[in-house]
């Protein structure tokens, strides 16, 4: 073989020289499958949507380094909406909206603010509560280890529960023999002055309260016209049972332990905000 003459040479070295810096920068894409089983008009997945996941792009992009290729699956495309905890666990997804009422017995330090009604109706200030109460004990966490995800945040979606019915209500007697829908510890609530429990979820109430299957819902008032519960549930007897903290952000252990760092403290950083 002939030697490569000092003229062809010089470019090819150029060459390898230009290429380095593109090589060195490389962006790593990173692939996320985020899920809930709640529609997109619901305001906590409508907020995922609209500003965590561009939050947490923009800031990734500042270094360059990392870009997240999300996969998004709302409103029973994966899970529905009890579905999420275990979907999280058995990596059906990656990261998701957890929530945390319909898990009483898996996550019972979650529900603390249900078994806890006339405290407060300010779901900054409960879900900031939860957030301490959880970085002071580690029992929170190990709540979610069993169920193989780490916790980003935890928060409310609530600003004041209260009873919605198809008919009027006046007085706490009313409720009496009346079946009411529930989330789950919420349906304490009802037990205790008559009512019959009735478990359900958002998407299903409209339904229920429509042909009979309830009579009116524990509920927020956003939530009756976000869901339309108004149009079969139009009558609002205030309790003033305030807020409680029904959400989780959580990302499977695995996938976890897999993002580099700094896409972790992006995704934590942004949790806490969107809160």
Known sequence: MGKISANFRIPVIALALALLPAVANAQQVIKLTAIDGYPPRALWTKLFIEYYIPEVD????????????????????IVKPRGVLDGIKNKLGDIGIVTT?????????NNLPYYTPFSSRNPRIVSQVMDSLMDRYPEFQKQFDAQNQVVLTNYSSIDNYGVFTKEPVNRVSDIK???????????LYIKAVGGVNVLS???????????GVADGTVIWPEATITFKLVEVAPYYFETDFGTGVNKSITVNKEVWASLPDEVKKVLKEVAVDYR
């Open 101 to 109: 009422v319909f898990h009483a017995s898996k996550l019972p330090l």
């Open 58 to 77: 923009k800031r990734l992009a500042k270094s360059g380094k990392y870009k997240i290729d999300w996969l998004q699956a709302w409103g029973g495309q």
């Open 177 to 187: 023999g009346l079946k009411i829908l529930a989330a789950g510890p919420n349906a």
């Open 201 to 211: 979820n958002l998407t299903q109430q409209y339904n229920d309260l429509k042909t």
